[in-house]
């Protein structure tokens, strides 16, 4: 699914008016519809009081709008409009005068305006400012918006919640809207998964306010959201008559003293993502641990017994998993640039192999092109710098994947991964999965998908969705706190299957015949 800028979405607006010559009130009024029949749907009349906070632009058009509805339906609601410009829009005062027309009349808030009480079981709607906020609130507005988060009450907020940038990072943190729920027009915003802006919204739905179809499609977004339908069409089937050779080799450099488990960890996601084979490369230490742990994979050992301190391969994998638990020593970072410095195949670099190209950069310009790099926030701010924002960070890694020719997965709540200009967001996964060796994992999945032929941008897209979901079916039975970076690959298999599962159809009883 895409997800458009403001700039895209306005020009989608301007594009659907014209095309369908309908005036822009007429699109308020399908996306106040909406809205209603969203609440309606579930709120069947309930005598709740609903407070709508509007601003005067166009989001605040939609709450007006969505009130009448609510009004005309005998919902309970009082009306406030935030008075914080004098240029109030077209639509939002037409939808007034059809307010007024019901005899409803708004609170008009100014600055020194008291704040109304809001009981913890009311309803507010945030309607406040919507995609075209373009500075932060003035202090008197965001007392407002503080009022409301501390309300205890259900926020349910229009487009986005107020005093989000829809394209870039927040100035002021107290002055945006806590939301229980956002009902999103069209698309949902790229801020909705960010770290510094996600945590402002619970949860989220998009309406289709029925923006031009065709400007859609054709244009181009810097970001999309990676679901099951975005994967589906990038997996591979297996062939009839394939054999083991089919699906590739994958090789597992990594490990040093008490840190094998992250090359068991490793190699074990190789094999359950559907690598045909499977060797690690490890230090003698860790030769009958994997061995004795892994019978389906092959081991190949250092010379040293205790850490990697000369990578030498006699055989041909397909692809390269690189730094798992390998350490930064001085011998094991001679070995990692030796290693680098020949090496022609296809990379997934992970962990301290990430660790020693900060500390080596010049090591950069031997990747292969198409290289997969997967930091955690920490190793990525060592690979390109501090950041000031979440925008500011994703500007980086663009410059730094168009640099050196690589993909990087910013792994997180909502991992992204970046190829060039462009960034796809990932939509599974749960807090449970930030424990030990999930990253490890997540090297294995991506270094096995590579092997089978998946190409680069795929194999990191695909690879985050799986290990995601492997972790969404664990955490069914692990709860949270429980779950364990193994039971991630006991699900890979899960997380295969469930991409062609049907969603449940709800069950429709039988309506009793008279015999
Ligand atoms: N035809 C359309 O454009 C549609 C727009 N829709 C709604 O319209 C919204 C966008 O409306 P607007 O463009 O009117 O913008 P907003 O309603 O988000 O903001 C209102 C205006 O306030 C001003 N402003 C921005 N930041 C401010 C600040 N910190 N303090 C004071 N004033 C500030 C800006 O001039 C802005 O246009 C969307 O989020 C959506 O809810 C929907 O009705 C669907 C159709
Ligand atoms: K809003």
Redesign the pocket.
Known sequence: MKLYSAKQI?KA?QIS?KKEEIG?NE??E???LQLFNWMHLRMQGAPVKIHLFC????????GIALARHLVDHGYNVEVYVIN??E?R?K??LINLDRLKDRKVWPHFMNSDDELPEIGREDIIVD?I??????????AW?VKVIQHLNNSQAFILS???PSGLFTDQGPEDFEAIVKSNFVLS?QTPKLVFFLPETGKYIEQWEVLD?GLDPEYLRVTETDYELIGKNEVLTMYKPREKYGHKGTYGHSLIIGGSYGKMGSVCLSSKAALYSGSGLVTSYVPKIGYNILQSSLPEIMVLTDADENELTDINIEIEPTVIGVGVGIGTSEATVKALSSFLKTNKLPLVLDADALNILSLNKELLKNLPEDSILTPHPKELERLIGKWEDDFDKLAKVKKFSKKHKCIVVIKGAHTIIVQNGKGYVNTTGNPGMATAGSGDVLTGVITGLRAQGYPALDAAIFGVYLHGRAGDIAVESTGFQSLTASHLIDNIAGAYLDLFKMPEQPVVEEENQPS
Do not use: C, E, H, Q
């Open positions: 306005y607006d008016i822009s699109l308020m399908r996306a106040a601003g005067i632009g166009n989001n605040g058009g939609d914080y410009s240029k829009s639509d939002f309607g400012f919507g995609i075209g906020l373009n500075r932060s609130p003035d507005v229009i487009d986005i027009f306010i």
